[in-house]
T-cell receptor, first 113, second 115 residues
Framework: GESVGLHLPTLSVQEGDNSIINCAYS??????FIWYKQESGKGPQFIID?????DKRQGQRVTVLLNKTVKHLSLQIAATQPGDSAVYFC????????????FGSGTQLTVLP | DTGVSQDPRHKITKRGQNVTFRCDPI?????LYWYRQTLGQGPEFLTY????????KSRLLSDRFSAERPKGSFSTLEIQRTEQGDSAMYLC?????????????FGSGTRLTVV
């Protein structure tokens, strides 16, 4: 079946280090991917997106890499800060009239002092 | 307008009771989505509206679930005869017509606990 999933449920990093969160997807027809950050008691917050015709996209302190060959994407956070502690989800924004999001199960990122 | 508002933030109800949640989207957003999120999982799409028209509702979990957006502004999600398995966070999101993820704004959700 179609799914978007994450490799690891938890990740702990030292403040100032770089973080890498991974995600695998199974639908080879997927063409648009998004990373979200969700803090406790809040809704998901958009971080960065990437279309399937790209393999890398950079934002402020974040980079998303897409490897279509192995159906894998990753989120890299540079110089991780305590405010980065949250659950991170990858999601697919499917083509079609609804444009609904299909989420994976999330990775809890904890930034250690 | 400070974003998508959801009310109430928390709801505890007894099994078998009906509950209704409200979502007020960003005023200029045409699209409104409802998602459900259980603990440790990503949100799961339920239904969406474009203006007042409900264009996709096949993903509603059962016929106990219904949603309305009567004037194309706020929306309500009702669950009838609640069951313990309905306990979850119910998230609303709104978007401009593109529906692209970068244009989505999520609310903070309504956490439902069925006892």
């Amino acid at each position: 079946g179609e799914s978007v999933g994450l490799h690891l449920p938890t990740l702990s990093v030292q403040e100032g280090d770089n973080s890498i969160i991974n995600c695998a997807y199974s639908n080879s027809a997927s063409d648009y991917f998004i990373w979200y950050k969700q803090e406790s008691g809040k809704g998901p917050q958009f971080i960065i997106d990437i279309r399937s015709n790209m393999d890398k996209r950079q934002g402020q302190r974040v980079t998303v890499l897409l490897n279509k060959t192995v159906k894998h994407l990753s989120l890299q956070i540079a110089a991780t800060q305590p405010g980065d502690s949250a659950v991170y989800f990858c999601a697919e924004n499917r083509a079609g009239s609804a444009r609904q999001l299909t989420f994976g199960s999330g990775t809890q990122l904890t930034v250690l002092p | 307008d400070t974003g998508v508002s959801q009310d109430p933030r928390h709801k505890i109800t007894k099994r078998g009771q009906n509950v209704t949640f409200r979502c007020d989207p960003i005023s200029e957003h045409n699209r409104l989505y409802w998602y459900r999120q259980t603990l440790g999982q990503g949100p799961e799409f339920l239904t969406y509206f474009q203006n007042e028209a409900q264009l996709e509702k096949s993903r509603l979990l059962s016929d106990r679930f219904s949603a309305e957006r009567p004037k194309g502004s706020f929306s309500t999600l009702e669950i009838q005869r609640t069951e313990q398995g309905d306990s979850a966070m119910y998230l609303c999101a709104s978007s401009i017509l593109t529906g692209l993820a970068r244009d989505y704004t999520f609310g903070s959700g309504t956490r439902l606990t069925v006892v």
